[in-house]
């Protein structure tokens, strides 16, 4: 399974972006599929995930500005990113789940910044 992310930029505060993940591979067998974020020295922390039939889990400091969204026809996840905050800044991964394993994709950075 391979993870391909994009959308990520530079954003002012307050401002918004939207991140796409788009997943190839042997998919057929990916349940769940969520966003990370990794700080410049910080460990790498949940965003929010969602599972085939849409049931999403956010982190608590992401709720009701983050949305995480999900096209299985076209086998991509998105995440909506709103009020964006300098603490935001970081880089962000794509993370899918199958029966056996968990994969990750190769980063998108975000920059939130005047």
């Known amino acids: 399974v391979q993870l391909v992310e994009s959308g990520g930029g530079l954003a002012q505060p307050g401002g918004s972006l939207r991140l796409s993940c788009a997943a190839s591979?042997?998919?057929?067998?990916?349940?769940?599929m969520g966003w990370y974020r990794q700080a410049p020295g910080k460990q790498r922390d949940l965003v929010a995930t969602?599972?085939?039939?849409?049931?999403?889990n956010y982190a608590d400091s992401m709720k009701g500005r983050f949305t995480i969204s999900r096209d299985n026809a076209k086998n991509t996840v998105y995440l909506q990113m709103n009020s964006l905050k300098p603490e935001d800044t970081a880089v962000y991964y794509c993370?899918?789940?199958?029966?056996?394993?968990?994969?990750w994709g190769q980063g998108t950075l975000v920059t939130v910044s005047s």
């Open positions: 993370r899918a789940w199958d029966l056996r394993y968990n994969y």
């Open positions: 591979g042997r998919i057929f067998n990916i349940d769940s």
């Open positions: 969602i599972t085939n039939d849409g049931s999403t």
